[in-house]
């Protein structure tokens, strides 16, 4: 039976495979390791195209390194993604699905932007969570690795719902543990489409310029590419039908409040288990 919670970037696979194929990319960064899903896609892509993946995740399952071992075109790095992207070179295009805050995401974009500009290669990055829930609120696998004046109060036993500010206790989406969510949602500094905006406008005041498409579906996929690059008309349009499609973002707010009604019902239910 599948899972309920459709949230994986691989829902996105033949639209970025074929994104990745549009600008000839053949060496690609992902920042958070899905073994069995995006990654494994990835890998089999490299292979076929004489390319690389590099994997950087610095909690990876032992099951993932386990195929990682058996995999020549994929190499793992075991740091956290602004530790580890210091150690590389510039790829063709990158995976962003790794921690969803602006601290995190913001970083991780000015990282990937020095390399390329240092090795001559466009920008293109992909990057998962820029609608809802994350957009415009911060999460934290890792709070205590944000700096203080980058943190913002957070709850690990608040749950989020669409157009609620503050995080519910005990109720809606919630990391039970695993994440915490900050305890306001918009505002300066605050989320990744948050982070990708502040980005974006740095280098527009730099007289650079990048597209920008928003898929809202699976919460969310934001392509960022160099204006300027070869092979920009092609990857545009490519995107253009999914871009800002209401069509999508109708189906996706429908999807939402479905799952959230669940975790209602299955939260209602659990005291009289108890």
């Known amino acids: 039976m599948p899972e309920l919670l459709?949230?994986?970037?691989?829902?996105?696979a033949e639209i970025i495979l074929d994104g990745l194929d549009i600008a000839g990319a053949a060496h690609v960064v992902e920042i958070g390791a899905e073994y069995g899903g995006m990654t494994q896609r990835l890998?089999?892509?490299?292979?076929?195209?004489?390319?690389?993946?590099?994997?950087?995740?610095?909690?990876?399952?032992?099951?993932?390194?386990?195929?990682?071992?058996?995999?020549?075109a994929v190499r793992h790095v075991a740091a956290p993604s602004l530790t580890a992207l210091g150690q590389l070179a510039a790829a063709d295009a990158w995976l962003v699905d790794g921690d969803h805050n602006w601290f995190t995401v913001y970083h991780e974009l000015k990282?990937?932007?020095?390399?390329?500009?240092?090795?001559g290669r466009p920008l293109l990055v992909f990057l998962h969570d820029v609608g809802w829930p994350a957009g415009r609120r911060d999460m934290y696998y890792?709070?205590?690795?944000?700096?203080?004046e980058h943190r913002h109060p957070h709850s690990?036993?608040?749950?989020?719902?669409?157009?609620?500010?503050?995080?519910?206790?005990?109720?809606?989406?919630?990391?039970?543990?695993?994440?915490?969510?900050?305890?306001?949602?918009?505002?300066?500094?605050?989320?990744?489409?948050?982070?990708?905006?502040d980005f974006v406008s740095e280098l527009h005041e730099a007289g650079r310029t990048l597209a920008f498409a928003e898929l809202p579906a699976v919460f969310g996929l934001g392509v960022?590419?160099?204006?300027?690059?070869?092979?920009?008309?092609?990857?545009?349009?490519?995107l253009l039908p999914y871009?800002?499609?209401?069509?999508?973002?109708?189906?996706?707010?429908?999807?939402?409040?479905?799952?959230?009604?669940?975790?209602?019902?299955?939260?209602?239910?659990?005291p009289l288990a108890a």
């Open 6 to 12: 459709l949230h994986s970037m691989a829902a996105f």
């Open 43 to 72: 890998a089999e892509r490299a292979t076929a195209n004489s390319g690389s993946l590099t994997s950087i995740d610095p909690a990876a399952k032992p099951e993932f390194l386990a195929w990682v071992a058996g995999q020549p």
């Open 142 to 148: 890792a709070p205590a690795a944000i700096p203080r």
């Open 111 to 119: 990282a990937i932007e020095r390399l390329c500009r240092r090795d």
């Open 224 to 238: 960022l590419f160099d204006q300027d690059a070869p092979w920009s008309e092609a990857l545009g349009q490519h």
């Open 156 to 197: 690990y036993e608040g749950g989020v719902y669409p157009g609620v500010r503050a995080p519910q206790n005990g109720r809606g989406f919630r990391g039970m543990g695993h994440f915490a969510w900050a305890l306001h949602e918009g505002g300066p500094r605050n989320g990744v489409l948050t982070a990708i905006e």
């Open 243 to 270: 871009h800002a499609n209401p069509l999508l973002r109708a189906l996706e707010e429908t999807r939402l409040a479905s799952y959230l009604r669940v975790l209602d019902l299955q939260d209602g239910l659990a």
